[in-house]
């Protein structure tokens, strides 16, 4: 009995601090995937209405 209260005890708290950190380092990823393909359409229109 004592085992498997140990192995939950551990795998809670590490659960806890990595999926936030892996939230955050999705929606990092997102965000600059979306914000270079952004700046990519920018650069391509940018010259049209420019020039």
């Known amino acids: 009995m004592t085992d498997p209260h140990r192995f939950g005890r551990l795998v809670h708290p ?3 601090t990595i999926v936030p950190f ?3 380092l ?6 600059v995937v979306v914000y270079l393909g952004l700046v990519g359409v ?5 010259p049209e209405l420019v020039g």
């Open 22 to 24: 892996l939230v955050a």
């Open 14 to 16: 590490h659960a806890r």
């Open 42 to 46: 920018f650069l391509e229109i940018l």
């Open 26 to 31: 999705a929606i990092t990823i997102v965000g």
